[in-house]
């Protein structure tokens, strides 16, 4: 019998409720200049036409297969495309986004160039805004093209790609499957799973490749999007990933004292600046909190002595951010409040304005 030949990649995809988008997502993928490829998605229960969409491109084009399981969750539509995967490398896809036709090619050259376990590139968070999908502001997410051969020299440097918001998604990344797989790497099931699952690849990665151009397309501010909703979790969130931080620093145990610092300071400025997007979240209006509990939530946060070590190291890197910072470091609740409202107001309200602020944040 004939051995099944390894594609160059295998480029997945989980689809939920996403019938609007996801012909575009796909028509993005089957456009690459590169071919050798298979494109595992998977359905995880939508409700509405996106399967049969699949489907029915999976019908023209053999590269597609499409499986069909119950509603698990993104992590576990992926996990289950993981098991089956056959390509020498893994790229993972969302469904309402987009990518660049050279994006495959390019990021499957730098890996064999280089023998890399991991390649990183920028992307582009395009925020809609105003009426229909015509008015978007976007914003470049990149950083220097650089080759790192050892741990210890990503180590060192991982704290600029932190600072860039580069190591936190896994769409703008090609992973090594025989790395992935050798450390048992898998997406937890849980809501935002893209965090730790990247700082797992990171925690023992040895071979990384970063190139300065962008491909991929990150469509933010639709309303059906899961960054946009109220969260009553957020700040129990927030804490687990600020553990998970300070885990990966202290596990990587970094030898150059001025990289080190510099790390801590990242990792301190980001729980920081997270913080006031958790009071932020407190006061959306779709938050079932009365006034009253609202600002109780709000002391509590406050009050955390992880709030005040944060903030004695961090070092805000934009006036907006060290004006937003002032009521939490004066632990003022009503200010707080107060700025909870505005930055909420903007955010619905503004969207392009808050985008730009985020942005230089």
Same mark, same amino acid.
């Given at each position: ?146 080759? +790192? ?5 990503? $180590?060192?440097?991982?704290? /600029?790609?932190?600072? &860039?918001?580069? *190591? @936190? ?45 962008? +491909? ?5 501010? $639709?309303?059906?999007?899961? /960054?946009?909703?109220? &969260?009553?979790? *957020? @700040? ?126």
């Amino acid at each position: 019998m004939e051995a099944v030949r390894e594609p160059g990649i295998s480029v997945i995809m989980p689809v939920y409720k996403v019938e609007k988008y996801v012909g575009k997502a796909i028509e993005s993928i089957l456009s690459q200049t590169m071919s050798d490829f298979e494109f595992i998605i998977v359905d995880d229960g939508t409700p509405d036409r996106s399967g049969e969409i699949c489907d029915e491109y999976a019908a023209k084009d053999s590269r597609i297969q499409v499986i069909h399981k119950e509603n698990g969750g993104a992590p576990s539509a992926r996990n289950r495309a993981i098991d089956i995967a056959r390509g020498k490398y893994f790229y993972f896809m969302d469904s309402d986004d987009w990518a660049e036709p050279s994006m495959l090619e390019d990021m499957y050259r730098l890996a064999e160039e280089h023998g890399a376990q991991l390649v990183v590139t920028g992307y582009y968070i395009d925020t809609y805004y105003g009426d229909g999908d015509t008015e978007k502001y976007t914003q470049l997410q990149t950083a220097e093209d650089a080759v +790192y051969e050892t741990q210890e020299a990503f $180590r060192e440097s991982a704290y /600029t790609l932190f600072d &860039r918001n580069l *190591l @936190y998604t896994p769409w703008n990344k090609l992973y090594r499957s025989s790395y992935l797989q050798e450390k048992g790497l898998r997406f937890p099931e849980t809501w935002m799973d893209d965090f730790p699952f990247n700082l797992s690849v990171v925690r023992e990665v040895e071979s990384v490749v970063v190139s300065s151009k962008a +491909y991929y397309h990150f469509m933010r501010a $639709r309303a059906e999007s899961e /960054t946009a909703k109220y &969260r009553s979790n *957020l @700040y129990e969130k927030r804490e687990e990933e600020h553990d998970w931080m300070l885990d990966l620093y202290r596990y990587w145990n970094i030898r150059n004292d001025a990289a080190r610092a510099a790390g801590m300071e990242m990792v301190f400025r980001r729980y920081a600046e997270r913080i006031v997007g958790c009071i932020e979240n407190v006061t959306n209006p779709n938050c079932t909190l009365s006034s009253k509990e609202r600002k109780a939530e709000i002391r509590r946060i406050l009050e955390n002595p992880r709030v005040s070590e944060a903030l004695s190291h961090a070092r805000p890197k934009s006036a907006y951010m060290r004006l937003m910072l002032l009521p939490v470091k004066w632990k003022n609740v009503t200010l707080c409040y107060a700025e909870g409202i505005f930055i909420s107001a903007v955010k619905r309200r503004h969207v392009k304005t808050f985008a730009k602020l985020k942005a230089n944040r």
